[in-house]
């Protein structure tokens, strides 16, 4: 065996700075501290100083850790969690118990006595430069076989557990990456670091990489139950406001309102139907030109008395932003000038093409949200418009050449992820500087810390089907444990729907009984045919749907849909319970059953039902012509079916019944829901 001298020339060398456990080894400098009760943040880099950015992290209270060094290794304990470093770098995490939650791969030719290990010579945190410019980085962890993985942001799939899956680390439309995943073992862990790249949760290695970045950064938890796991999480980056009491009532949208007078007529039918509606949104060009934030006065010739007449009938108005700028814009020229608009590495200058050319507002430049947010201010805000719908969030591009654009942070590559929430912020900011409270924006996409800036994310332009709707559960399920409790979708799908094809009628009741349990219920959808075009000049080009609202199919699509509008209103005093919490602690509103039972094995296997706070279970119905469903009951006491009052011992599967009227419901607690039977 070698001597601990000639060790000593191979190895790194550990020391304790602050609050802080260091190691290096040649250009390598690796720093492990507290952040957050039971929670270590972890960063590495190669160049001469670390990087400052925190990005999805809010600064944490001073803890006292434990720390000790010798020449062999290290450790640092803080609470619940504790992480060792040997000799050779590797690094393994433990909970109280002592039991392993983590450890790096690493197979090194000489182990921590300077014995033969491994000829395989792969690195656990492997930074290859990239020639004249950063480091594309690959941090490699052992993978646990029995292990079980949840979160990591919205995934067109229908899987809960993302053990086994590979996933990009990038936002598409209907893709939002948020990197935290929560782990069966019994820790959280958030990869932080907003440059595109890739994770792979395998069979023998998770990898996460990033392919350009200056640093390796991320922060782990340790916890007892989900729930301790989340709401550290939550204290690390954020939670929501709560949300504004109209919110959690019924949105009313479609792809598109073309004049004022049209959108009106829609609200006031609602009104003499006595039909509950909280938001009416006006969607995507009624501008005159992307880039131009105002309402077009030949289609919307009297904003200020519409936005009135809605609030006198206890409505909000929802008007949507786009973040393109066309180059035919009225502001375009000012913005290009002043450094305000994203840019291209090569080629013309153009990241996106629908309805014209044009170019993303930069988000990640402070003049640049102000500059935005002062033409909203001023066209919308001012006018009484309190709640706005950031679409394009992605931001979305006609090619997703990510290497292609850059930004007023860094290359597109590198910090790209960090889009959405910046946009996000650019509303949040302008809004709370107004004195507003429980700010809300519908966006379509996210990353880690977007909740903080009341963001509510809807699941992107997906198809109409029972397949698709399948996928949107799984993906709101995984936003809430991401730590994006505000989640919705497009009620019916977006693309690909005939309002009078029976099929899509089946498929729009069952997903409107599954709306009515997500945090927010909004009806949209790009429907067939398409409506006649009003006007030729501005927005008007381009095209608008079917009618979409809950009366535009037939009287038992109607009849069905109705109810379950009374049945969310009648849920809104326990809606505000659960927004509440979401608010207070970043409790998930829809959550997988093992959140509330974690101590149930089934219910780490049950991926197609769920809890809508902590006494209603909802197994939505996912496929056509199905009337009856099998279910799993978790242990605990007795289940109460809501439709039948029929009481069920927990701890089983059973069969229930799943007219077309009815999505199978059950409750616990003494809690009843005033279901239409």
């Avoid at 089934?602 to 469903?629: H, I, R, S």
């Amino acid at each position: 065996m070698a001597n601990q001298d000639e060790v000593r020339d191979v190895y790194g060398y550990f020391e304790r700075k602050g609050d802080a456990l260091c190691y290096r080894y040649e250009a390598e400098r690796l720093i492990i501290e507290p952040w957050g009760r039971n929670s270590l943040r972890v960063r590495s880099t190669k160049l001469a100083e670390m990087p400052g950015e925190d990005w999805a992290l809010l600064p944490q209270e001073k803890c006292a850790p434990e720390i000790e060094t010798c020449e062999d290794g290290g450790s640092i304990q803080n609470g619940k969690i504790r992480a060792e470093i040997n000799l050779v770098g590797k690094l393994t995490f433990y909970n109280q118990k002592g039991e392993v939650l983590l450890e790096e791969y690493l197979r090194n030719r000489k182990d921590m006595f300077g014995r033969s290990c491994s000829s395989l010579e792969v690195e656990a945190r492997e930074f290859k430069p990239i020639i004249g410019g950063d480091y594309r980085l690959s941090v490699r962890f052992e993978s646990a076989a029995k292990e079980k993985l949840y979160g990591m942001g919205q995934y067109q799939q229908p899987f809960l557990d993302v053990k086994g899956a590979d996933l990009e680390l990038a936002h598409r439309n209907s893709q939002a990456s948020v990197p935290f995943v929560l782990s069966s073992l019994g820790y959280g862990f958030l990869w932080n670091n907003p440059a595109v790249g890739r994770v792979s949760f395998g069979k023998n290695i998770t990898t996460w990489e990033a392919y350009s970045s200056k640093k390796m950064d991320y922060w782990i938890t340790a916890g007892d139950t989900p729930a301790e796991i989340e709401e550290a999480y939550a204290n690390a980056t954020g939670k929501v406001p709560m949300m504004p009491d109209y919110a959690m009532g019924f949105w009313q949208c479609k792809l598109r309102y073309q004049t004022q007078e049209e959108l009106l007529e829609v609200a006031r039918e609602y009104k003499r139907r006595n039909l509950p509606i909280s938001v009416i949104v006006v969607d995507f060009f009624h501008w005159p030109c992307q880039g131009e934030w105002k309402f077009d006065p030949t289609y919307w010739p009297d904003p200020d008395a519409m936005i009135a007449e809605l609030k006198e009938m206890g409505i909000e108005l929802m008007v949507s932003i786009w973040p393109t700028v066309d180059y035919r814009s009225e502001n375009f020229n000012e913005m290009k000038s002043k450094g305000l608009l994203i840019r291209v590495e090569s080629g013309y200058p153009i990241s996106m093409d629908f309805q014209g050319n044009t170019l993303h507002f930069d988000a990640t430049n402070p003049e640049a949200r102000a500059y935005v947010w002062g033409k909203a201010k001023k066209n919308y805000y001012d006018k009484g418009v309190k709640v706005f719908w950031l679409d394009e969030a992605e931001p979305e591009y006609t090619v997703y050449d990510f290497e292609n654009y850059r930004y007023h942070l860094g290359p597109d590559v590198q910090v790209g992820n960090i889009y959405p929430v910046m946009y996000a912020k650019t509303f949040f900011d302008g809004m709370k500087a107004e004195g507003q409270e429980n700010i809300i924006n519908l966006l379509r996409c996210a990353w880690a810390g977007s909740q903080r800036y009341g963001v509510l994310v809807w699941s992107g332009d997906i198809k109409s089907s029972f397949p698709s709707m399948k996928n949107q559960v799984a993906a709101g399920l995984n936003m809430g444990i991401a730590g994006i409790p505000w989640w919705t979708t497009d009620i019916g799908g977006f693309f690909g729907a005939n309002v009078k094809d029976p099929a899509f009628h089946e498929l729009l009741i069952r997903w409107f009984q599954y709306g009515c349990f997500c945090p927010v219920m909004r009806l949209h959808g790009y429907r067939w045919p398409l409506q006649p075009q009003y006007g030729t000049t501005g927005g008007a080009t381009c095209v608008s749907g079917a009618p979409n609202e809950v009366w535009s199919y037939t009287e038992q699509v109607y009849e069905i849909l109705s109810n379950y509008l009374r049945l969310r209103e009648a849920m809104r005093p326990y809606v505000a319970k659960l927004m509440a919490e979401a608010h207070e602690k970043g409790t998930p509103v829809m959550r997988p059953l093992f959140y509330d039972f974690p101590e149930d094995e089934a219910c780490w296997n049950v991926e197609d039902q769920y809890m809508f706070g902590p006494n209603v279970l909802v197994k939505p119905v996912t496929d056509a012509g199905v009337t009856k469903v099998s279910l799993y009951l978790p242990k605990g006491g007795a289940w109460k079916n809501a439709w039948t009052g029929e009481e069920v011992e927990g701890g089983q599967w059973i069969e229930a019944a799943a007219p077309i009227e009815q999505i199978p419901l059950f409750t616990r607690n003494g809690f009843e829901l005033p279901v239409h039977k």
